[in-house]
């Protein structure tokens, strides 16, 4: 490939993975740009689990094998299917080497190797039919990041050394790459995470509540909220310090995570304060009460704080048509300040006394009463 070309590759490449959004966009990028780069027919982005001692495959791209999903959940190998990897990386670059690519092909094991002795890449090259492989570590922040996999099909051009050294290069801008995607990964998890409790937050909250509720009107998926008071912060604050009010806060959190794992993809929040949420798509409300069951049970037996009042709303119960996230959330939240108002130590669910429901009843009340009720429940929690 004439220098020119490969610049140009070069060049695309970090476009590509420059224009990403997200982490799996950023490894589709690197693996689809590596595979054109090389003129390869298939290509794959790695990284390496060294808490695990195995190779993840993050994306497959090109001509896939049956058994190659795009975006792998379980494709992984152990290290000690690799040998040259683990020489490569507790030898040969320890002592100082640099780390460049190498090639495999589907001839038969390197020169040196023991008779009868076959690598795993070349088995896999014949079983998948392809010719040659060339393998480019990643180097992120001085560290073995993962690896990046290019093939070509049996009976194409067998990768050269000038290849591999091409390849070394098109790694590195992998690394940079990759190194900017984590960069704006954190940016974001920052900005929708709870810094205290590592819940998410009221922004995370009202972004997939928006989404969950459009779902609703659109697929008739159940959404449920369970929005939760923490009993007693004041006191602790007051008399403990602020450092055991945030102990209180962090225990809390656990707590709610731990009960939100028994409803499938629920989100677990800090919207502020000593104010909390559960929000579950797709679990039936019966699910949902049992969890918010569960947490109540949990808060009463934490050495710190005096429980928690919990309400519930979920569009599978009777509650009217729910078109907004914020009709939801008010449900959930008038729920929560009658559980609050009588002391109760299960949580109160809107809409299952009947149409006279008095949480439902306020849900509705014009803005002008709702918002008095909300004053009398900050006022309230000021006296804890």
Same mark, same amino acid.
């Given at each position: 490939?004439?220098?020119?070309? @490969?610049?140009?590759? %070069? !060049? +695309? ?6 224009? =990403?959004? /997200?982490?799996?966009?950023?490894? &589709? $990028? ?99 039919? @392809?010719?040659?492989? %060339? !393998? +480019? ?6 560290? =073995?990041? /993962?690896?990046?996999?290019?093939? &070509? $099909? ?113 989100? =677990? ?116």
């Amino acid at each position: 490939m004439a220098e020119d070309t @490969r610049l140009t590759a %070069v !060049v +695309a490449l970090a476009q590509g993975m420059a224009a =990403a959004h /997200g982490s799996r966009e950023a490894w &589709r $990028a690197a693996a689809t740009g590596a595979c054109r780069a090389l003129s390869g027919s298939f290509a794959a982005l790695s990284v390496w689990e060294r808490e695990l001692g195995r190779l993840r495959v993050l994306v497959n791209v090109g001509d896939r094998a049956p058994d190659e999903d795009e975006f792998p959940d379980a494709e992984a190998y152990p290290v000690h299917q690799f040998p040259e990897i683990t020489e490569f990386l507790h030898e040969r670059w320890a002592g100082g080497g640099e780390p460049n690519a190498w090639v495999e092909t589907a001839e038969g094991p390197a020169a040196g190797r023991r008779p009868g002795y076959v690598h795993q890449r070349v088995a896999a090259l014949r079983r998948r039919g @392809r010719g040659c492989c %060339v !393998v +480019a570590p990643i180097v992120l922040n001085g560290r =073995a990041w /993962g690896e990046l996999y290019v093939a &070509r $099909a049996a009976g194409d051009p067998v990768f050269d050394r000038a290849d591999a050294d091409f390849a070394t290069v098109l790694a590195a801008v992998v690394a940079a790459g990759i190194a900017q995607a984590e960069r704006l990964e954190e940016a974001r998890r920052l900005a929708f995470t709870d810094a205290l409790t590592g819940l998410a937050n009221r922004r995370a909250v009202d972004v997939r509540l928006d989404e969950a509720v459009e779902r609703h009107k659109r697929e008739g998926v159940v959404v449920s909220l369970v929005v939760c008071d923490l009993n007693g912060l004041k006191r602790v604050n007051d008399t403990l310090g602020h450092a055991v009010g945030d102990r209180l806060l962090e225990r809390f959190g656990s707590v709610l995570s731990l009960c939100g794992a028994m409803l499938p993809g629920a989100l =677990a929040a800090r919207l502020g304060g000593d104010e909390f949420c559960l929000l579950a798509v797709g679990p039936a409300a019966d699910e949902v009460v049992k969890a918010a069951d569960e947490l109540c049970r949990r808060a009463a037996e934490l050495e710190l704080g005096e429980g928690v009042a919990c309400g519930v709303a979920s569009t599978e119960d009777p509650i009217g048509p729910v078109r907004s996230a914020r009709r939801l959330f008010r449900l959930a939240d008038a729920a929560q300040y009658r559980a609050k108002a009588e002391r109760a130590a299960q949580p109160v669910v809107a809409g299952r006394e009947g149409p006279d429901d008095p949480v439902v009843r306020l849900a509705d009340a014009p803005s002008g009463e709702r918002e008095a009720h909300g004053e009398r429940r900050r006022f309230r929690g000021r006296r804890l």
